[in-house]
């Protein structure tokens, strides 16, 4: 045999895949052929060598089963813990934003009250809440969730990760009023408006990329009134890698001679672009401020400030973009745990417990979603 | 000390402290995997980590007759893959293919000019460590097959299976892999050591 075939016979009895017939062949050759028989040597050196690096005993790093395991396991327990990690740290970041924008505890009241429209950012994550609470008694600040928005602020201000617990007061964003988040959600009549989805066999996708299937997404309702959560499979669909979500805050401040009129024209002005509107309760503390939100698509975004510019006389002018990205694969993480975990459950309480949860995800996910690519402009008017 | 199957279903129902045993099982295994792949502690940890967390995760599709530590084994590898594949920004070539060089004529002449060859030479410590070090050169399909079937072990069947490819990928990418260690260790045994004294001399 030539070394050709030798080579290949040696390929096959590192394997162990020679014929006693063919071994014995490839004993003559090597026999005579110095280059072949060193060739041999060396490739049974190696497998041996690689065998006992394979027999060594390695130890993995005292610190491996913790990390693990604080990862799987919820943070801390307090009446916050079901409270998502995402949901505190978008809520501050809104709450930051608003403050920046020299929000008055007024309007960072009108915006967390709000509860309709797609406003998820800075809504209780119960999309039911259609009714704004009163005020609470507190003097000034039309509601106690108010204070507990600028703890938060400062808090999360603080926090390099966004996993801490939130220590001060009740959650924020949360139905305003309601010290118990958990308690005041089981109590609420149809207040949960998760319909127990047929339970559907442990199918969940891998949690590796799969792709996206967002107009599986779309039959849930922008409204409040969200009905059923979607199935593990719709839900799980969801792309952990977005490409893109860059969203672009504006805040406009106009001065105006007539609010009534004022918020009439912005309305059809943004209804022209196509954009969402969202208006907030008027607020009265001194001057009488009305603030409206709207969504836009990002190519329409620069007319329509421009023209809202002209409502009346601009006095502040704020961009900002923000990357959430971030955010939003976190929350998606955190998301799929809790399907599987819902999917895992055998105790229906449970399970009934992480479909709310979950629910609340999704609509942060879902409004992330229509965000991105968006622009939001929250517009300001108040009496000249 | 539960046995590996009854900690499994109960971390299958959510049981924490269950799967937390696992982990302590089944660390030493992993990490050691991790390490042989990535090539240094902090990647090998990383990985790990990300393995554990999706076993646990996958916990659902896990049938208990199968062997946990292949399984999750067979969970570290592919997790790596993806994240060297996603790393590189490449399409992995196609590694099934020939060598452009892998012609009979090239082997042989290479063979044939193997006089003093440097890597008879090495005395053990240095070609393990060689071996070592040649092995993260590789690209990670060779470096994969190469891992699961000489350092841990595992059957060509378990090999295929874990990798999800054809026995006769497998064996044809061993092969290729083989010959790439070879290629390379040769090569930075030169480069490094014309120190290194000719075969039969003593040191």
């Given at each position: 045999m030539?070394c050709r075939?030798?080579?290949?016979y040696i390929?096959?009895?590192?394997?162990?895949l020679?014929?006693e017939?063919?071994?014995a062949?490839?004993?003559?050759?090597l026999?005579c052929c110095?280059a072949c028989a060193g060739?041999?040597?060396?490739?049974e050196?190696?497998s041996?060598?690689?065998r006992?690096?394979g027999?060594e005993e390695i130890?993995?790093?005292?610190?491996?089963?913790?990390?693990?395991?604080?990862n799987l396991r919820?943070?801390r327990?307090?009446?916050?813990a079901?409270?998502?990690?995402?949901?505190?740290?978008?809520?501050?970041a809104?709450a930051?934003?608003?403050?920046l924008?020299?929000g008055s505890?007024?309007?960072?009241?009108g915006l967390?009250?709000a509860?309709?429209g797609k406003?998820i950012?800075m809504?209780?994550?119960t999309p039911n809440v259609?009714?704004v609470?009163?005020?609470?008694s507190?003097g000034?600040?039309?509601?106690p969730?108010?204070?507990?928005n600028?703890?938060n602020?400062n808090n999360?201000d603080?926090?390099?990760n966004?996993?801490?617990a939130?220590?001060?007061?009740s959650?924020?964003?949360d139905?305003?009023g309601s010290?118990?988040?958990e308690t005041?959600e089981?109590?609420?009549?149809?207040?949960n408006?998760i319909?127990?989805p047929?339970?559907?066999s442990?199918?969940?996708p891998q949690s590796?990329?799969s792709n996206s299937?967002?107009?599986?997404?779309t039959?849930v309702k922008?409204e409040?009134?969200?009905?059923?959560?979607s199935?593990p499979?719709?839900?799980s669909d969801?792309?952990l890698?977005?490409?893109?979500?860059?969203?672009t805050?504006?805040?406009?401040?106009i001065?105006?001679e007539?609010?009534?009129?004022?918020k009439?024209r912005a309305a059809s002005?943004?209804?022209?672009v196509?954009?969402?509107t969202?208006v907030f309760?008027e607020?009265?503390?001194g001057?009488?401020?009305?603030?409206?939100r709207f969504?836009?698509?990002s190519?329409?975004?620069?007319?329509l400030?421009e023209?809202?510019?002209?409502l009346?006389t601009?006095?502040?002018?704020?961009?900002e973009?923000?990357?959430?990205?971030?955010?939003y694969?976190?929350t998606k993480?955190q998301?799929?745990?809790?399907?599987e975990?819902?999917?895992?459950?055998t105790d229906?309480?449970e399970?009934?417990?992480?479909?709310i949860q979950?629910?609340?995800y999704?609509?942060?996910?879902e409004?992330?979603?229509?965000?991105?690519?968006?622009?939001?402009?929250?517009?300001?008017?108040e009496?000249? | 000390?539960?046995?590996?199957?009854t900690?499994?279903?109960?971390?299958q129902?959510?049981?924490?402290?269950?799967f937390?045993?696992?982990?302590?099982?089944y660390?030493n295994k992993?990490?050691?995997?991790?390490?042989?792949l990535?090539?240094n502690?902090d990647?090998?940890?990383?990985l790990?980590?990300?393995?554990f967390?999706r076993?646990?995760?996958?916990?659902g599709r896990f049938r208990?007759e199968?062997?946990?530590?292949t399984?999750?084994?067979?969970?570290?590898?592919?997790?790596w893959?993806?994240l060297?594949r996603?790393?590189?920004?490449?399409?992995?070539?196609?590694?099934?293919?020939?060598?452009p060089?892998d012609?009979?004529?090239?082997?042989?002449?290479?063979?044939?000019a193997?006089?003093?060859?440097?890597l008879?030479?090495?005395?053990e410590k240095?070609f393990?460590?060689l071996v070592?070090t040649?092995l993260?050169?590789?690209?990670?399909?060779?470096?994969a097959v190469?891992?699961?079937r000489?350092?841990q072990?595992?059957?060509y069947e378990?090999?295929?299976?874990?990798?999800?490819?054809?026995?006769?990928t497998?064996?044809?990418?061993l092969?290729?892999a083989?010959?790439?260690m070879?290629?390379?260790?040769?090569?930075?045994?030169?480069?490094?050591?014309?120190a290194?004294p000719?075969a039969?001399e003593?040191?």
């Amino acid at each position: 045999m030539d070394c050709r075939k030798a080579q290949y016979y040696i390929r096959q009895r590192l394997d162990q895949l020679l014929s006693e017939e063919d071994n014995a062949a490839l004993e003559q050759h090597l026999a005579c052929c110095e280059a072949c028989a060193g060739e041999l040597a060396l490739q049974e050196r190696l497998s041996m060598t690689l065998r006992e690096l394979g027999r060594e005993e390695i130890q993995a790093p005292a610190a491996l089963s913790s990390l693990i395991m604080n990862n799987l396991r919820p943070q801390r327990r307090s009446a916050l813990a079901w409270l998502p990690a995402a949901w505190r740290k978008t809520v501050a970041a809104a709450a930051t934003l608003m403050l920046l924008a020299g929000g008055s505890a007024g309007v960072m009241n009108g915006l967390n009250l709000a509860g309709n429209g797609k406003n998820i950012v800075m809504e209780s994550p119960t999309p039911n809440v259609a009714a704004v609470p009163e005020p609470g008694s507190a003097g000034g600040t039309p509601a106690p969730v108010d204070v507990d928005n600028n703890d938060n602020v400062n808090n999360n201000d603080n926090n390099a990760n966004g996993d801490e617990a939130n220590p001060g007061g009740s959650a924020p964003g949360d139905a305003p009023g309601s010290g118990t988040p958990e308690t005041g959600e089981a109590e609420k009549p149809g207040g949960n408006q998760i319909d127990s989805p047929p339970d559907t066999s442990q199918n969940n996708p891998q949690s590796k990329n799969s792709n996206s299937a967002e107009g599986d997404i779309t039959a849930v309702k922008p409204e409040g009134d969200r009905t059923g959560l979607s199935a593990p499979g719709a839900g799980s669909d969801r792309v952990l890698l977005s490409d893109d979500m860059k969203v672009t805050s504006t805040v406009l401040k106009i001065a105006v001679e007539d609010l009534a009129t004022a918020k009439t024209r912005a309305a059809s002005l943004a209804a022209g672009v196509g954009a969402e509107t969202q208006v907030f309760p008027e607020q009265t503390s001194g001057k009488t401020v009305l603030v409206m939100r709207f969504t836009v698509d990002s190519d329409k975004a620069p007319y329509l400030t421009e023209v809202l510019s002209g409502l009346g006389t601009p006095f502040h002018r704020q961009d900002e973009k923000r990357d959430l990205l971030p955010l939003y694969n976190e929350t998606k993480v955190q998301y799929n745990e809790l399907l599987e975990r819902r999917d895992a459950a055998t105790d229906s309480g449970e399970r009934r417990q992480l479909e709310i949860q979950a629910s609340s995800y999704e609509q942060l996910l879902e409004a992330w979603e229509e965000e991105a690519g968006k622009q939001v402009i929250n517009l300001w008017l108040e009496n000249k | 000390m539960h046995d590996p199957k009854t900690l499994v279903i109960k971390a299958q129902s959510n049981d924490l402290g269950a799967f937390e045993e696992l982990v302590n099982l089944y660390q030493n295994k992993v990490y050691g995997l991790c390490l042989h792949l990535t090539g240094n502690p902090d990647d090998a940890q990383d990985l790990a980590q990300e393995a554990f967390i999706r076993a646990y995760k996958a916990l659902g599709r896990f049938r208990n007759e199968a062997d946990f530590g292949t399984w999750i084994h067979r969970i570290t590898v592919n997790v790596w893959l993806n994240l060297q594949r996603k790393n590189n920004g490449r399409k992995p070539v196609s590694l099934d293919e020939p060598y452009p060089s892998d012609k009979s004529g090239g082997l042989q002449r290479e063979v044939a000019a193997l006089d003093g060859d440097p890597l008879q030479a090495l005395e053990e410590k240095e070609f393990r460590g060689l071996v070592r070090t040649t092995l993260q050169s590789l690209s990670e399909e060779h470096r994969a097959v190469l891992v699961l079937r000489e350092i841990q072990g595992y059957s060509y069947e378990e090999v295929s299976r874990m990798l999800n490819c054809s026995l006769g990928t497998v064996k044809s990418r061993l092969s290729r892999a083989r010959e790439a260690m070879r290629r390379e260790m040769t090569k930075r045994s030169r480069e490094a050591g014309e120190a290194l004294p000719a075969a039969g001399e003593s040191r």
